[in-house]
């Protein structure tokens, strides 16, 4: 790694220089938003796909937007003061405030790793594997990546997951869709406002848009050591990962509208989706749309637990890290350990009320979320902490908007399930 | 101040209380509290209220009771100063409270979660600081309901987990001018756990703990550094003190260091170096990692073969300040070629008048300077040696390898 930095950073060519550095930077970005396209993520494209075809489409632009601007402010915040957020929160806001934000964040991240190990069941039942078999295995691969494999090794194998998700754009090549058409869902957006719509596209946002990628995307950049004249690399990174996992979602989007919307399937799950696409887009679309889904899962969860933990205790003041021994960080293994073991635990008790308990952690994630963009918000135009590196008056007018709206479409979400 | 005070308190007993300027008479709340800052055990000198939205400094004495209520002295006009006293003073809140602070006795990075106060006649003074659950509970306000639970469950009484102030270092806000003065507390601290410190902490703490260290002991801790953390902390200091702590380090280190920084960076500080050492390190940096060449250090004492033992004793006295390895001697002749080796046990056990080619064994382990680590890993495997002589192809000494730079190839992330 130092071999290549110094490698780049002393070749002449300025184009070569800038495209290595960014070699060398890219990751934090790229991956935090493809562990965004999860279980929960593919299963709520495949739904907006299957129900409402290309209607909802236009919606993935105003909230790529949204996603750049949330995150590059936390990868500045990142770069700037080389804390991750829930220390900065806990140093801003005091104790009391950060108690119950991590009770919250802890509820909301142990429903998503449940609802990742969920996926790899399902994904792997479309293959013939009995979830007794994959869960349990998933559980302990991803324990054994952590315990046994350093940061670096395990952020070259998760830039290698990235990869995967091409087999939902080889899906969406081999449906072979109008591509006019598609266009058309795009310059003219439309929006009627039936509940089961407005539902559907807070749902996407919800999705898209969640507490725990701030507080990881912040904390692998710090972890990266990114310095501030390299600030626009990492930034690049950012955007760039906001644009694959909506490419990524664009194309799950697309699949099941032109097979499942066309057909007037009804499905509930990914797995529904995935299953479904079989007699109608050929053995082998069915195939890559699991094993998407089997990957993301995994990614996913082999991330959250990990990254849960180490903002709870970096929030909560305890020792934390893989390098330290169970006697020095208890507190640290046994959030993990808990985590893990609840989240693969659960899938396997016979007639677990999944959908419920997915419907509450969604609800949760909609209540952490408004305070983590205000307290970040707060954070940024903190000018002794930011330096010189606040938010502009057209950054913050954009940011505030962006919150407001996500603030008001996850009340909304709230009101409507209460 | 009235009676029937408890003997201690905590921050969160004062945080966001009520002040008031008669018995019924609102005047705001506290947001911080005001310390000197003296040591061992500062004082107590004001408090910060805020009313309306801005905050207004209150000295201690203007307090007359502090149970039930908080109250002010009725006696004289209150005159609300928005600034501060000019005096050396601690924010505790902004300064002290949830950050993270380092517990130079337990040699380990914590998170502030309480402070503890106690109090002598009407003034009080700052003792510990509350690092554990319990703190943190407290906070929050759930200490009884955690208590009562805990007895019921376990029957167990959470303990307090207290610092005492004369064990902590600050390192955020002003404190960070002042750590020079305050930094006797931090050479308490073994290289190696400063070193582990430094590495816990993150951003403007990390590099400003490392400004305040003196140039030996900033030396002595960045060898233990891991060299990512390393290169950062390099980078952010003025080249002329950069030159002096690497100058402190040991060559091998040294040249590690230098050979991830960019070139230019790496150049300057060779530039701002003594001239001498700056050419060893130079020399060393030719040579790749992963061979013997890179691993080597040219901090040994090398001697001709006519010299008797008793003026190699006090020239190992001497220099031995500046050595990397000071468990052997290296006999040369004059063009430089590794003639012997001699053990500090040989040395001693010798008569004084003896020259050193009469001790010298017939026989000399050495390692060529392009052989790859794991070879030279062999050697000292096989040879149990606590240093390894290098050479190069005509047999002249270049440099030598010391145990510690092996350990570095066996355990990379040990320590």
Known sequence: MADYTKWVSSSRGSLWRTVGLFFVLMGPGIITSNVDNDAGGITTYSLAGAQFGLKLIWSLIPIMIALIVIQEMCARMGVVTGKGLSDLIREKFGAKITFYLMIGVFLTNMGNVLSEFAGVAAGMEVFGVNKFISVPLSAFLVWWMVVKGTYKSVEKAFLVACIFYISYIITGVIVKPDWGHVFEQFTHPQLSFQPSEMTMLIGLVGTTIAPWMQFYLQASIVEKGIKIDEYKFARFDVVMGSVIVHIVAFFIILVCAETLFKHGVRIETAKDAALSLAPLAGKYCSYLFAFGLVNASLFSASILPLSTTYLICEGLGWEAGIDKKFVEAPQFYGFYSIIIFLGAGIILYPNFPLIPIMYFSQVINGMVLPFVLIFMLLLINDKKLMMGYTNGPIFNTIAWVTSIVMISFTLILLIRMI | ?415
């Open chain 2, 1 to 415: 101040m009235d009676q029937n005070l408890k003997d201690f308190y905590f921050f969160s007993d004062f945080l966001n209380r009520k002040v008031y300027q008669s018995s019924d008479q609102r005047m705001g709340k506290i947001v911080d509290l005001v310390a000197e800052r003296a040591e061992p055990y500062p004082m107590i000198i004001g408090i910060m209220v805020q009313t309306q939205g801005k905050r207004f400094y209150l000295p201690w004495e203007k307090i007359v009771r502090i149970e039930p209520q908080i109250t002010l002295s009725e006696k004289e006009p209150l005159v609300l100063k928005s600034s501060l006293p000019e005096k050396d003073i601690v924010l505790l809140r902004e300064e002290v409270m949830d950050k993270q602070i380092v517990d130079t006795f337990g040699a380990k990075v914590v998170r502030v979660n309480d402070l503890h106060f106690l109090r002598v006649d009407s003034r009080l003074r700052l003792v510990h600081v509350d690092v554990g659950f319990r703190g943190l509970m407290r906070r929050v306000g759930w200490e009884k309901v955690m208590d009562q639970a805990l007895r019921w469950l376990f029957s167990y009484d959470l303990p307090n987990q207290f610092i005492s102030w004369k064990y902590v270092q600050v390192l955020s806000g002003s404190d960070l001018l002042q750590l020079s003065v305050s930094q006797k507390k931090l050479s308490h601290l073994h290289p190696a756990d400063l070193a582990d410190i430094i590495e816990d902490l993150s951003g403007r703490e990390r590099s400003a703990i490392f400004h305040a260290l003196d140039t030996e002991t900033a030396a002595e801790a960045l060898e233990e550094i891991d060299p990512k953390i390393q290169k950062v902390l390099i980078e952010t200091i003025p080249v002329e003190k950069a030159s002096d702590i690497v100058e402190e380090m040991s060559p091998s280190d040294a040249v590690d260091l230098l050979a991830d920084l960019p070139e230019e960076r790496a150049e300057e500080i060779l530039e701002g170096m003594e001239q001498e050492k700056a050419e060893d390190l130079r020399e060393l940096l030719v040579h790749p990692d992963e061979t013997a060449g890179g691993l080597m250090t040219t901090a040994y004492l090398s001697l001709t073969p006519e010299v008797s033992v008793e003026t190699a004793i006090s020239r190992l006295r001497q220099e031995a300040p500046n050595l990397d390895v000071i468990d052997y001697i290296y006999v040369v002749d004059a063009e430089e070629v590794l003639q012997g080796v001699i053990s500090i046990r040989d040395l001693l056990t010798a008569q004084s008048h003896q020259t050193l080619s009469e001790l010298q064994p017939p026989r000399v382990v050495s390692v060529k300077l392009d052989e790859d680590q794991n070879e030279v890993v062999e050697a000292f495997a096989k040879y149990g040696f606590r240093a390894l002589p290098v050479v190069d192809e005509e047999n002249h000494l270049r440099g030598i390898i010391g145990f510690r730079s092996v350990l570095d190839v066996l355990a990379p992330d040990a320590g």
